[in-house]
């Protein structure tokens, strides 16, 4: 099974500032790569899919890129609205793996 | 509109058996596969499985392989997780999505499912 892991696990930032997430997988993904925000009860949402493609509907501050293993997640001028968990997730493979989250929090 | 409605709270009691379910609107349902994720208490995301309604082809992931069903019947766009003998340690929120473009793309509010003696 593909392994995802995401860092930092925890990420403090102030509201205006640029933020970057890592994913990296255990095996190459082909891009195959998804990242969601998850509020406090609340289902996961799609921000970016196949790496680096902007969900309809997701403010352009959010943007993604990487390929083989190695994955970023970009927020700049962080928002009120973006904190909460972030998550990664590979679909190149079955099961369909997710990173460990991380956790943006206002400094 | 695409929405993913899922069934209501459940507190039920180890050994008991239990389904819930996931009804597709506002898109053909037969064509997209629809996933099924758990969500302990404080906890990540745990992909479980995967189902295209239009011929019933599921996968598993190897912990829930075994532990759960996954069925769905599209004649009512309605995808099904079930369990024959819930243990304490199934408590946990079940989220179904839909995949699209390689990603899961509309989601559920999610199941609470509630186990204990």
Known sequence: DVQMTQSPSTLSAHLGDAITITCRASESISRYLNWYQQKVGKAPKLLIYSSSSLQSGVPSRFSGRGSGTDYTLTITNLQPEDFGIYFCQQTYYTPYSFGQGTKVEIK | ?117
Not at chain 2, 69 to 76: R, W, Y
Not at chain 2, 97 to 115: I, K, M, N, P, Q
């Open chain 2, 1 to 117: 509109e695409v929405q993913l409605v899922q069934s209501g709270v459940e507190v039920k009691k180890p050994g008991e058996s239990l389904k819930i379910s996931c009804k597709g609107l506002g898109y053909n349902f037969t064509n997209y596969w629809i996933g099924w994720v758990r969500q302990m208490p404080g906890k990540g995301l745990d992909w479980m499985g995967i189902i295209y309604p239009g011929d019933s082809d599921v996968r598993y992931g190897p912990s829930f392989e075994g532990q759960v069903t996954i069925t769905a019947d599209k004649s009512v766009s309605t995808a099904y997780l079930q369990w024959s003998a819930l243990k304490a340690s199934d408590t946990a929120m079940y989220y179904c999505a839909r995949h699209y473009r390689g990603a899961s793309d509309s989601w559920g509010e999610g199941t609470l499912v509630f186990v204990s003696s």
